[in-house]
């Protein structure tokens, strides 16, 4: 079964500058949590333990922040300020993280490419921490993905219904309604203007992917951008197997962008800080 979780966290997050000049975006955090923090609850949760996390220049902190600070935690040892730490300690004994750099931005795509040797030759998910995804009702989106995964055996993209507005912020699908909340994808474009979206169906940060992705991202060309998109070797995946899309249930956030990241902020901390679940 799936047991690894691949974290693209190597892009230069420049709507958030000048915050992320020196800081990766992925551990921006909302409220006390970084977001990388919260993808790797949603994987641990899923049964993920095998994190793997494509980094870039400037990416030190991600590392340091799933190890141990034994001056920091010997000064707050045996006081209540230990509760901060539960949530960052279990993580740290329940996953093992392993990392790779990305040399050159060359694209989502391309960072995938990159993770190969880390992930080998089995299904993963994938995670782009600065969607965050939560469910306060029941399963986690990774945890819906990965039971969807046992019964169709194919790579898996979450969507959302979006503004047709904003369809060019997207990977946007079509296809064949198998279920309610399932789509066999038929088409798949990257940021598209409205008038050339071929529905209002946008991919979100969360994928399951069968390991031949790999081969079929390595003759992509670069697309929109000139950057190798995902869109573009799932599309071809589409057309040559089978590639599902499903509407998860639960809520995203959109924290790459100034207004997901203040809704998110509020989110968290009506919902799970003030709950003191946030730990
Ligand atoms: P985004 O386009 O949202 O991230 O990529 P970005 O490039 O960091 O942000 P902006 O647009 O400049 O503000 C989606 C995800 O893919 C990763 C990013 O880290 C993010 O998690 N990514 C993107 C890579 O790892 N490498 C890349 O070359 C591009």
Redesign the pocket.
Known sequence: MIKKCLF?????????LPATKAMP??MLPIVNKPLIQYGVEEALEAGLEQIAI?T?RGKRALEDHFDISYELEEQIRDTDKEKYLVGIRRLIDQCTFSYTR?VE????G??ILSGRPLIGDEPFAVV???DLCLNLEGDGVLTQMVKLYKQFRCSIVAIEEVPASETSRYGVIAGEMIREDIYRVHTMVEKPKPEDAPSNLAII?RYILTPDIFDLIKETPPGKGG?IQITDALMRQAQEGCVLAYKFKGRRFDC?SAEGFIDATNFCYEHLYKTGQAY
């Open positions: 693209p966290a190597a892009g230069y997050g420049t709507r958030f975006k992925e494509v870039g990305q931005m060359k694209g989502l391309h960072a782009l921490a600065d940060g950057e790459g």
